[in-house]
């Protein structure tokens, strides 16, 4: 029944309603599809089909940017496919970094493939600046390193390393603060080993050499190719400074040893003081009991008055003894009066 009234339908209104059809679907077309994106692909040589273009609309991604990147890559004679490039984008990437890294590679002769540049890319390094110092070697400075040589003496010391970026070795390897930190190590090592600061002075090339026999880019992103002390300085002697603090603490625990033995002394003749008192308490208690025994004798008659005066005669006689057998004090001499001449009179 619908083809007999298609059939019935004159001819114009049949063409109506086709043109009507492929205008709607023209229109929803250019709604929907970025026409002017489409365009300026097709008209760069960088063809991209419309239903591609639809599918990053609907996955919202920067078309634009990503479309113009592809132009550019294809324009510098790179054949990357534009899906490659959206993944790399939609898995947080720089397609810009890795594209021009890419063009930069091809046009300096350097290997490098899409796969690796997503990888450096992704891995947190910057991967165009990579290629460019491969290209162009970097030149970095150190700190200044200080070190003391076998004299004590203390010498300063600044290097400038030149590096050259390894591309295959941009993943899970150290960056220049590592090559930095070694440097200085080395710096620190050549100069501790020379017998004296002159060595240094004389012969800076002797550090370079002592540091680059160790194969200090290992594990890094970076190729040293060569290390040059641009400035070397004299300090102070480290050596007699360490000396002077050591005396000084050794004295300073001498000092505290005579004070804890000093205060021992002091306390052992306090304590022998203390002893003295009670032994001479012992002996008055003693004392004490002799003269009741003597008062006891005298009552019960065991002892006369007259032996108690022999007795007393024989212990003043012993007390003159001591006192003439004592050694006798010094007399003050009349020049140390006060009044007698050579002396200041008194006022």
Known sequence: MNNSLLLALPTWAILSIVLGVVVALFIVVIIVVPIHVWFRALASGAHVSMFRLLGMKLRKVDYKQLVNIYIVSQKAGLSIPIAELETHLMAGGHIEKVVDALIAAHSAKIKLDLEQAKAIDLAGRDVVEAVKTSVTPRVIKTNWIDAMAKNGIRVRAMAQVTVRARLDRQIGTADVETILARVGE??????????????????????????????????????????????????????AKLKIE??????????????????????????????????????????????????????SGKFGVMDYYKMQNIVADTNMRNSLGAPKEEKPKDSDRPGFPGRPPIR
């Open 186 to 239: 080395g710096i620190v090592t050549a100069i501790g080993k020379a017998s004296t600061h002159t060595e240094i002075l004389s012969n800076p090339s002797q550090i370079s050499k002592t540091i680059l026999d160790d194969n200090l880019d290992r594990q890094t992103a970076y190729e040293i190719l060569s290390i040059d002390v641009c400035d070397v300085d004299v300090g102070d002697n480290l050596g």
């Open 246 to 299: 050591e005396a000084e603490a050794k004295k300073k625990i001498s000092q505290a040893a005579a004070e804890e033995r000093k205060a021992q002394a002091v306390a052992l003749e306090q304590e022998m003081k203390a002893k003295t008192q009670e032994m001479k308490a012992l002996v008055l208690a003693s004392e004490s009991e002799v003269h009741k025994a003597m008062a006891q004798a005298l009552k």
